[in-house]
T-cell receptor
């Protein structure tokens, strides 16, 4: 089944404790992206990757890191999480560019 | 400024009724417009996509229209079902150099009641 998977689905952590949210897609897509979704602000892009080893900042990249060492995986790293990073995070992928994106199930992160 | 505005913010209708959601945009240069459906707590799923030259596109009970002159789009849902309860998000793509950039609306929250 073609899908985008994210892990974990739910995470509660404390300020400053490094964490990684994994994202994997099995559709051989070149483009992958991370979004956060907050009430009243909609979906905002954090980082995106056009292909392996090619990543670029989205609209709200501060406090986040990403890497794209393999085509299928695009982990999101929070080196020192803060409460303002409490949000619902989505990973997405598409064949080429930000066109028809397939979204993962989401990761709900709470930073206390 | 590139913006996408959706109305109404929320809507409640009865099952089997029709409804229309609106999307106005000030995005240039325009590439395409897409409507997504997002169930609560889940990722968005694409419903339709329209380019500049298309003015209507259907996907089952969902029909999207696009007026590129007035920069308006609508999503019409026919004979609504309880499963249509979701947020509907309008996304406009614009040309940005060699890439495309997406401008997301905040969505319309639709509740379909029995």
């Amino acid at each position: 089944e073609a899908q985008v998977t994210q892990n974990p689905r739910y995470l509660i952590t404390v300020t400053g404790k490094k964490l990684t949210v994994t994202c994997s897609q099995n559709m051989n897509h070149e483009y992958m992206s991370w979004y956060r979704q907050d009430p009243g602000l909609g979906l905002r892009q954090i980082y995106y990757s056009m292909n392996v080893e090619v990543t670029d900042k989205g609209d709200v990249p501060e406090g986040y890191k990403v890497s794209r060492k393999e085509k299928r995986n695009f982990p999101l790293i929070l080196e020192s999480p803060s409460p303002n990073q409490t949000s619902l995070y989505f990973c997405a992928s598409s064949h080429e560019g930000p066109y028809e994106q397939y979204f993962g199930p989401g990761t709900r992160l709470t930073v206390t | 400024k590139n913006q996408v505005e959706q109305s109404p913010q929320s809507l409640i209708i009865l099952e089997r009724k029709n409804c229309t959601l609106q999307c106005n945009y000030t995005v240039s240069p325009f590439s395409n417009l897409r409507w997504y459906k997002q169930d609560t707590g889940r990722g968005p799923v694409s419903l339709t996509i329209m380019t500049f030259s298309e003015n209507t596109k259907s996907n089952g009970r969902y029909t999207a229209t696009l007026d590129a002159d007035t920069k308006q789009s609508s999503l019409h849902i026919t004979a609504s079902q309880l499963s249509d309860s979701a947020s509907y998000i309008c996304v406009v793509s614009l040309y940005a150099g060699n890439n495309r950039k997406l401008i997301w609306g905040l969505g319309t929250s639709l509740a379909v009641n029995p």
